[in-house]
């Protein structure tokens, strides 16, 4: 292809994507004529042609994205300067905090964006959404049955407006990729730290765990492979990526949000669904509204129902008390929900005849299966392999936690997903996407746990340190890969250096747990840590997880016996919120 020689009709240059390796590239396109030929043709040098045959892109940094990212982290440290003349629990503290998560999504996505040239990944999911809108759109609900449920297709719709010249979908698809990965990606870290300073009473320590969850999305990266004994386990690691990593990119723009999937559009409903909840004084029907329309979008979004029925019942129970006031507030509720959910079982009636048969029947895996107990164990070790580090600080952190109704509805949200998933019939092709809502309650539990507190501040800056040195540099135990930590199977010696690091990082973690020998939840945080993220089995998770779901259930048992003498901070004053250790 560049071999050939042309001439240019015009010197007018464009901005096209060819579509490499399940991404859309931006290249360089230019319009060219071949000499004793009719017509034109555009041409780009980027794009060159190997000897076998095989297209290769020569990508470059993303110009356009570095002066985003700058001005979003000129912003961020703008916003930080008047976070500290801010007195803590006011609205303007919690604005400016709630704009900082942002921003930092935003500056994070712009410069991984400009380094890797700007790629754009194509899943099979987007394109069917995209279809289903049109068809919604256009009002022909029969001519062929809908693949997905229909709430995030009709999210698409107003995009079909903003983009109406569109020729097809991958014109289509770089408007859809961006409002994803920088406005509802950006409004999810904000809602996030919104949610979980409210429900914890604390400014910083929540928005540290906000700030350890971004950095966190663009540095792990995962790698599913299936093993000779026919198991599926993936290799979970921190690293750097690049813009030829294609198995890296795939998994970074997924977690990020830089998609036209329907996880992050989801993520920010469910933070929606809590904050009207926490934020409102009388929030049953618009949350009954809101919680249709989350489950139309991904109908395993019921597994936060019980949550969302447990912070309802602390927020209406003095209304509760009275004779027949319950069974109203559940016909209400109810009635809500299905005035927006009902929408789907129309659907479903017209499209398959049955209202209780959804699109899933039409997928050519078992999906439609939903959750199948013989596939639990593999599924679980799949999803605490994929979840190594962030699962090895969250559960021994929600374990050691004291506060009692905050560790509930932190267990309560996460636990009935993570199970759902672990036994999901099709867990060996799912890629974890459903763990996305999840990761802002995880990442916070350590920041918002007490194994770090009353403890001297060397000793814990130690602790801390060996259990990071972990993290950044642990490879869990499984033979069948090659895959380490930043590339160092890549590196000569990389190997070698892997294990001198290995053996560095375990003698760190020792004497760490020597120090924190007097200061039992520091202790015991470390050991459990150690024991998680090394092991490479899910026999010490599921230990934990069946710890957990016993704890919040036996707490739930004496929050109903407390009656009114329960304690719920986070249903009182709006903006509640203390820097100081304890509530």
Known sequence: ????????????????????????????????????????????????????????????????????????????????????????????RALLLTCMAALLHCCLLALFLYRTGDPISIFNDDARYLVIAQMIRSGEWTRNPFFYTIGYPILCIPYLFLVPNAASF???????????????SSLFAGGAFLLLRRLSGR?????????????????????????????????????????????????????????????????????????????????LIPLALLFGFLCLIRINNIFFGPVLFFLLILRYREMLKKKGAFLLFCFIGSLCFLSVFSSQFVVNYVQFGNPFAFPYILHWNNASQGFLLSEFPGGFLYTCLWCNACLAWA????????????????????????LFFSGYAEWKNFDMRGMISLYPFLFAAPFLSDWWKDVPKKVLICGVSAAGFATLFTSTPIRSFTLLPWHLESVPHGKTIYCVLLGIELAFLLYALIRALPYRELFFFLAMFSALIHSGTSFGYGILTAVLCGLALTDLIRFRRAGDGLEVPFLTDPFNSTDEPGR
Request: with cysteine; proline share 6%.
């Open 395 to 418: 559960l021994p952190s929600l374990l050691l936690m004291k506060d009692r109704l905050l560790r509930t509805v932190l267990v309560i949200s996460v636990m009935p997903m993570i």
């Open 203 to 283: 400014d910083l320590l929540s928005f540290g765990g906000v700030v350890i969850w971004q950095l966190f999305l663009f540095f792990h990266l995962t790698l599913p492979i299936a093993c000779k004994d026919g198991a599926r386990v993936v290799k979970s690691v921190l690293t750097v990526t690049s813009s030829t990593q294609f198995n890296d990119l795939f998994m970074i723009l997924m977690t990020s949000g830089y998609n036209g999937m329907s996880d992050t559009a989801s993520a920010l409903l469910v933070m929606l669904c809590f904050l009207v909840i926490l934020y409102l004084r009388r929030p």
């Open 1 to 92: 292809m560049s071999s050939f020689e042309t001439e240019r009709v015009s010197g007018e240059k464009r901005i096209g994507r060819i579509l490499w390796n399940r991404f859309l590239y931006p290249v360089e396109i230019v319009e060219c004529r071949l000499p004793g030929q009719e017509g034109t043709f555009w041409f780009s040098p980027q794009v060159t042609v190997d000897p076998q045959n095989n297209i290769l892109v020569q990508t470059g940094p993303a110009w356009i994205f570095l002066p985003l990212g700058i001005l979003s982290l000129a912003l961020f440290v703008v916003c930080g300067f008047l976070v500290k003349k801010t007195e803590p629990g006011t609205a303007k």
């Open 170 to 184: 991958h014109e289509f698809l770089p408007f859809e990729t961006f409002v994803n990965g920088f406005i509802i």
